[in-house]
């Protein structure tokens, strides 16, 4: 199957449910890029603030890039002025970081905060108290440039449906909660990233809205970096 083929399928799956589909296009080049482009894609996922970047200028302008991976804070501003959304805020400081790049450059920026459900130690995320004590705190109320549109979360690398099934029920339990209690008037928080390739349609099935694949448009990644393709 070509990537045109694979876009195309996937599109019609998941308008079926009303997911959001972010081709998350790390490590494959522009080109390949491109061909999904062609085929209609206009949401891409990059999780290299470089690597983001160097796509963004290489490629069609009206592309909407997210951000998926681990964000430094010195790397903000590199992004600040483009990118239409950061899935990956995993900390109030970086969350203040980003209010600032965005200020600079006269937008809001739309977040969305990454929950840790996973049962691992290497994944980023903030914690469901942490992410309620960001949400209350005096230091978010003052940030105006940022929007927080919902949550993102990565399940656990295991074939273990069972164990997957659960980790997504969770966080859409407490998206619901976060909705309800700080959000009820705002139709903007509204955005459940849950699902990579393995596990979408787990995801789905436990209420994601937006799904982010990779390997399931692109092929395998064969390669860590993309300019050694
Ligand atoms: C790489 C990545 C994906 C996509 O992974 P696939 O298994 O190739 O679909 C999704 N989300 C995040 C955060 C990623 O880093």
Redesign the pocket.
């Known amino acids: 199957m070509s990537i045109a083929d694979n876009i195309k399928g996937l599109k019609k799956e998941t308008e079926a449910d009303k997911v959001i589909l972010l081709a998350?296009s790390?490590t494959k080049p522009a080109a390949e890029l491109q061909e999904a482009y062609d085929a209609g894609q206009r949401l891409f996922?990059e999780?290299h603030v470089q690597e983001l970047v160097e796509k963004y200028e290489q490629l069609p302008k009206d592309i909407e890039w997210h951000l998926?991976?681990h964000l430094q804070t010195n790397k903000v501003k590199y992004i600040a002025p483009f990118v239409s959304m950061i899935q990956s805020v995993d900390s109030l400081k970086l969350l203040q970081e980003i209010n600032k790049q965005a200020l600079k450059v006269n937008r809001v920026i739309d977040c969305l905060l990454q929950i840790y459900i996973a049962d691992e130690e290497t994944k980023f995320g903030l914690g469901f108290d942490e992410a309620i004590e960001l949400l209350r705190s005096e230091e978010f109320a003052l940030l105006k440039n940022v929007r927080i549109r919902g949550l993102m979360g990565?399940a656990t690398n295991t074939d273990n449906e069972k164990q997957i099934k659960e980790e997504y029920y969770e966080l859409k339990t407490f998206f619901d909660g976060i909705k309800v209690s700080y959000y009820r008037k705002d139709d903007s928080f509204s955005i459940l990233s849950m699902g990579?390739?393995?596990d979408y349609k787990l995801a789905i099935e436990q209420g994601s809205n937006m799904v982010?694949?990779?390997?399931?448009i692109f092929g395998k990644?064969v390669i860590k970096h993309w300019k050694n393709n």
């Open positions: 998350v790390k996922g999780n998926i991976g990565i990579m390739s393995s982010r694949l990779g390997s399931t990644r």
